[in-house]
Every structure is written in structure tokens, then in C-alpha cells.
């Protein structure tokens, strides 16, 4: 404490908002969207039907999904000086680099996102560009990388099977859209698609809070994520279970690892700041790994060594003292990857499903009239000295 103010290092007791969007309860695993619960949306809903509940506040009606996904799909195109940005990239630039430049550069395109007094319409817009451009970037960037030519939107397909087109498409063979493979995309956007005041959201509603574009607001967001710590584990699961695999699968090694002060690896997808039983996002896409690997009749070994991992772990004294659990990032990349995702790619998954939480959290924020975010610190520095020339300058 220094005076009135009590220090907070990680806000882990600080509550920086208050929010009607996400509940959890870190120790009952509860994670709740507008009050619905993710256990019913994953399994009955869409991606963009959670993207307007998420941002709107209600479940859509026919409608309002029609038009709302209509809009999407006529912004879907980026236009060609965003292109020729894009193509500036080398192909060795991480796709999450390339995101975060590129939504930024939407600011520049369309200065008007600065106001912010925009008119509902106005805004509107800005979101309905946002949640339509970020998978056309997020795809041609992969594109770029591997030297393939883009492959542009389709407008007669679903949002998450035009993504899989736009990523997988070759000139001389149309992606074949599989509806398992559809399905589990959706659920694991959805999944994804809020989060409280995580890291990445918080950064969001900071940096919205000194009047920047919803554009430039998101584009700090995903710099945010991409931390291996944060949204950058589910790479870092992938690339720590292929490490395993790769020295003979010794799990029991690595949790030692994992437990040893003096050595800086972490079990990657493990432990989370709120929950600590357990996260329900992990328990559905555990249980999604299984199913989808089956249908898509793919055999992974990295999937029974992160299960091995998990037990090893659950009946570790370590973990169970320090409540640490698989987290959202344990399983998924192991569904992405079988669905033909790159590794570099997992995070800008996680960013295209957050997208519509980041948006829900910056316009609460503006609706509710946020100050500009603006935390002190206790100062631990010099007291006052004087200046003097220092050797003889
Ligand atoms: C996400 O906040 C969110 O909601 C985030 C997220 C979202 O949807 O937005 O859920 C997404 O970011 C999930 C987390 C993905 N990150 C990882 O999987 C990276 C590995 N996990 C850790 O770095 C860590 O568990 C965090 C970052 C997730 C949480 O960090 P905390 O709450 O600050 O906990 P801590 O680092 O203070 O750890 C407490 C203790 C420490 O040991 P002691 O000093 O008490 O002896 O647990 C240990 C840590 O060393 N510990 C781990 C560990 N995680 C914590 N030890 C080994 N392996 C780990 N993974």
C-alpha cells in the first residue's frame, strides 16, 4: 500500500469493469454467453449467431441472422491496396504479425472508425467490416505464405465454410467442403468467442478507451494474444507435444520439467488464472478431439500424448496443489491441425473466434462511457537528487 493505493500486480483481485457479455465461474466451470450456456451454443448453435448474440446483446431472429450475415458477405472482399500490403509481407512473416498490421491499416482506410461519436449505422458497419474482412486476411496471409495464389470469397457459402474455402482452395481444384469438418470449426469458434477481461479483451477495452478505432483497438488486442501465455499456448502446446513425441513420448520427463524452479518450461495449455477445477471449453473439445478425429478417420499420436500428459499431470502434486488444469489451448490445435490447419495459424484461429468478443467488450465500453483506462503504480524509485556533470563532461 503506498497512501491510497493498494497495489495489484496482474489485476488478479482487480474487477476493471462491469460487464453484462460473458459469466464464469472459475470454481464451478461455468462459462456463460448473454446467459447462455457454451455447453448448449457449442453444440446447437453458429459462429455467427453467437457473434450477433455476443454483440447485440439476444439471439437473433431469422431476420436479423439474414441480414446480419448478408452484410458480412458484401464486405467480405479486401480491397486491392490492402492487397498489395499484404503481398509486401515476406512469406516468412507469422500470420498473427500479419493480422495485427493489416486490421490496424483498417483505420487508415477508413478514418472515419475514429469518430467516436459514430451514428449505430456507422458502427454497425465498422463491425459487420471487421467480422467480414479478419477471415479474408487471416486466409490470404496463410496463402501468401505458401506461395499459393488467394483464393477469393464465395459468396453462396456459410461464413466458416467460405474461411475453409478462401484457406484451402487450389485454381485447379475447389476445396470440398465436409460438413464434419464445418461443424467442428464452428464449435470451436464458438468456444473461443469471449472471455471476460482476459488479457487480450482488456487490452481491447484500454486501448478503446482513449477514443481509438475499433480497428486499432482489436489490432493491439491480437498482439495481446499472440503471447504464449495467452492465446500464442495453443501453438506452443502443439509444438511442446511434438517435442515429447519426438524424445520418445516420456511425459513423466516433462512434468518434472514443468515443476523445476529452475527451469523456465511450462506445461503449455495448463492452468488458468480463474478456473481452478477445470475448463469447460477443454472438457468439449477434449471430448470433440476424439469425435472429430474419428469421423475425419485421422490417427494423431500427439492426441494420446496429450491425454498421457493429462494424467500424468492430474495425479501430480504439483498440479493438484496449485489447481492446474488443461486449459482452452490443450486440445484445440490438435482438432486444427486435423483439419488442415498450419501450426503458425492456431493463433489466429483463437482470433477470429475472439473477434466478436473484442467487439462486444469495446462497444460496452463506449456505450457505458468509459473513462480512458489510466491504473497508477506505487512508486519504489530514487528520492529526489540533484544533477550533477558527470565525468567531468
Ligand atoms: C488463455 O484469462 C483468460 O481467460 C485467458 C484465456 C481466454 O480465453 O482468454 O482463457 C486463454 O490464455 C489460456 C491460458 C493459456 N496459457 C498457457 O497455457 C500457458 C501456461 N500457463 C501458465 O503460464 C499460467 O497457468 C497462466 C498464464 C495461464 C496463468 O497464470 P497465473 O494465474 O498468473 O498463475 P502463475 O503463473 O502465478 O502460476 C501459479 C503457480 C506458480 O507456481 P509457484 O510460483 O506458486 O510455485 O503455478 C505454476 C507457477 O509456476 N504454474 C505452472 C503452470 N502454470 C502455473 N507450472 C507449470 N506449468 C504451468 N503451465
Not at 503481398?87 to 491499416?105: E, R
Not at 467480422?131 to 490470404?140: G, H, N, S
Not at 482513449?210 to 499472440?226: C, H, K, Q, T
Request: proline share 5%; glycine share 6%; with cysteine.
Amino acid at each position: 500500500e503506498s497512501g491510497y493505493i493498494t497495489l495489484d500486480s496482474g489485476y488478479k483481485n482487480t474487477g476493471a469493469t462491469e460487464s453484462a457479455i460473458t459469466f464464469l465461474d472459475g470454481e464451478e466451470g461455468i462459462l456463460r454467453y448473454r446467459g447462455y450456456p457454451i455447453e448448449q451454443l457449442a453444440e446447437e448453435s453458429s459462429f455467427i449467431e453467437v457473434a450477433y448474440l455476443l454483440i447485440y446483446g439476444s439471439l437473433p431472429t431469422q431476420e436479423q441472422l439474414d441480414s446480419f450475415t448478408n452484410e458480412i458477405k458484401i464486405h467480405t472482399l479486401v480491397n486491392e491496396d490492402m492487397r498489395k500490403i499484404l503481398d509486401g509481407f515476406p512469406s516468412a512473416a507469422h500470420p498473427m504479425g500479419i493480422l495485427s498490421a493489416l486490421v490496424s491499416s483498417l483505420t487508415a482506410f477508413y478514418p472515419e472508425s475514429l469518430n467516436p461519436n459514430q451514428k449505430k449505422e456507422e458502427l454497425d458497419l465498422s463491425i459487420v467490416r471487421l467480422m467480414a474482412k479478419m477471415p479474408t486476411i487471416a486466409a490470404w496471409s496463410y496463402k501468401n505464405s505458401i506461395g499459393h495464389p488467394v483464393n477469393y470469397p464465395k459468396n453462396k457459402l456459410d461464413y466458416c465454410s467460405n474461411f475453409l474455402h478462401m484457406m484451402f482452395a487450389y485454381p485447379t481444384e475447389d476445396y470440398q467442403i465436409d460438413p464434419v469438418v464445418v461443424k467442428a470449426l464452428n464449435k470451436l469458434l464458438i468456444l473461443h468467442a469471449d472471455h471476460e477481461q482476459n488479457c487480450s479483451t482488456s487490452t481491447v477495452r484500454l486501448v478503446g478507451s482513449a477514443n481509438a478505432s475499433l480497428y486499432s483497438s482489436v489490432s493491439a488486442g491480437i498482439s495481446a494474444l499472440w503471447g504464449p501465455l495467452h492465446g500464442g499456448a495453443n501453438q506452443a502446446v502443439i509444438e511442446m507435444l511434438e517435442q515429447i513425441k519426438a524424445d520418445g513420448g516420456d511425459s513423466k520427463k516433462f512434468i518434472a520439467k514443468a515443476k523445476d524452479k529452475d527451469d523456465p518450461f511450462r506445461l503449455m495449455g495448463f492452468g488458468h488464472r480463474v478456473y481452478k477445477n477445470f475448463d469447460p471449453r477443454a472438457t468439449i473439445i477434449k471430448k470433440a478431439a476424439d469425435e472429430v478425429l474419428t469421423a475425419l478417420g485421422v490417427k494423431d499420436p500427439i492426441l494420446d500424448i496429450a491425454k498421457e500428459l493429462e494424467e500424468a499431470a492430474l495425479t501430480d502434486q504439483y498440479f493438484v496443489d496449485r489447481k492446474l488444469y488443461p486449459n482452452v489451448d490443450f486440445y484445440s490445435g490438435i482438432i486444427y491441425r486435423a483439419l488442415g490447419i498450419p501450426t503458425d495459424m492456431f493463433t489466429v484461429m483463437f482470433a477470429l473466434g475472439r473477434l466478436p468478443g473484442w467487439i462486444s467488450q469495446w462497444k460496452e465500453m463506449r456505450e457505458q462511457k468509459e473513462p480512458i483506462g489510466r491504473p497508477r503504480q506505487v512508486y519504489v524509485g530514487e528520492k529526489e537528487r540533484n544533477y550533477v556533470q558527470m565525468n567531468g563532461r
